[in-house]
Nanobody, 123 residues
Framework: VQLQASGGGLVPAGGSLRLSCVAS????????VGWFRQAPGKERESVAF????????RYADSVKGRFTISRDNAKNTVYLQMNSLKPEDTAIYYC?????????????????WGQGTLVTVSS
């Protein structure tokens, strides 16, 4: 499966963005999806996870209550709604997918990766 992440940009602190991850190549519904981010000079970290049906989600403590992950399997798309953005949210955001119905949180859980989209939050 091929993944295309989009929706990044420059926003002021307190603003919102919605990232999209569109899958192509095969039906998306049996795949778990995660969002990760990598800030300059830092390691890539997990941000959010959603299972194949959308019934289970998980968030990093740093984004809990501000970010929401969702999916529309009919559109082969997973979204990351980001509200109340902070300068420390500045990073390249990546979506990743892996076949299966279990929980997946770590980078090594995922087989397929998108190219990343840059989010910059100004103070």
């Amino acid at each position: 499966v091929q993944l295309q992440a989009s929706g990044g940009g420059l926003v002021p602190a307190g603003g919102s963005l919605r990232l999209s991850c569109v899958a192509s190549g095969r039906t998306f519904s049996p795949y778990a999806v995660g969002w990760f981010r990598q800030a300059p000079g830092k390691e890539r970290e997990s941000v959010a996870f959603i299972n194949w049906s959308g019934s289970t989600t998980r968030y990093a403590d740093s984004v809990k209550g501000r970010f929401t992950i969702s999916r529309d399997n009919a559109k082969n798309t997973v979204y990351l709604q980001m509200n109340s953005l902070k300068p420390e949210d500045t990073a390249i955001y990546y979506c990743a997918a892996d076949y299966g119905y279990g929980a997946k949180w770590f980078q090594y859980d995922y087989t397929y990766w998108g190219q990343g989209t840059l989010v910059t939050v100004s103070s």
